[in-house]
DNA sequence: CTTTCACTTAATTATTTGCTTAAGTATACC
DNA sequence: GGTATACTTAAGCAAATAATTAAGTGAAAG
């Protein structure tokens, strides 16, 4: 259930605005370190520092071919994250549906559990 | 469609384990600091640091009612991050699916769009 | 063989994180 | 009033990030 997937490399890639961009880039097809960067309002060492981190999330995979390194998408790589948000989702809004109108309510809270 | 969400603060506030651990007691219902405080192996200034990033982000909302501050998962909040998440699987899946057997061929890709 | 292209590596730098301890504030209790 | 409780604020600090420029490598083209 909880695979060695680390989660904490996965949400820290997806944080960042420009690592975002090279992923929904990389939906649309494969693409090389350049056509990643070219976009990006950045110089390629930056651009290649976030394919990094990319890649250690197991977000990206890459090779390289000649002197063109072509990156991919990792299928299923973000299944573990989804799966989190989508438990911890339905958990609270759950919740919040047995609670009914609480929030609407003058909540006097000194009974709930502990 | 793109709405005042910082994506970004709510991707970096799921990136950190204590965080998390804070959201999944949220979602088992309300809580003070100190109970979220409590299982942390950290100190009490350094719990109110990942609140505050929890709390920036739109995750979590809190009020104070004498002197104990009772924090709350905020409905909804998460939404954005997971329809994120949700696009980009649809899309490349949808896209791997088309490559079909791709993957497990010789993938000589120089032939690809652009 | 030389130059160009597509990265790659290294070294720097400023900022942000994630924690800590110490001291302060504002209730709640006796 | 005095004291304990539940944070709160401030200051400091080591490590990690996010970017840069400059120099290097190695395949491709002329």
Request: include cysteine.
């Amino acid at each position: 259930m909880n695979p060695a997937v680390p989660l904490d490399r996965v949400f820290h890639a997806l944080a960042d605005p420009a690592r975002r961009a090279m992923l929904e880039r990389l939906t649309r097809g494969p693409a090389s370190v350049s056509e990643l960067a070219e976009p990006l309002a950045m110089s390629l060492p930056g651009v290649v520092q976030h394919l990094a981190v990319l890649e250690q999330s197991g977000l990206v995979t890459s090779r390289k071919a000649g002197r063109v390194r072509t990156c991919q998408i990792a299928a299923g790589a973000l299944q573990p994250a989804e799966q989190w948000i989508n438990e911890r989702r339905i958990a609270w809004e759950r919740r919040l549906d047995r609670l009914g109108d609480y929030l609407a309510g003058e909540t006097q809270m000194e009974g709930n559990e502990r």
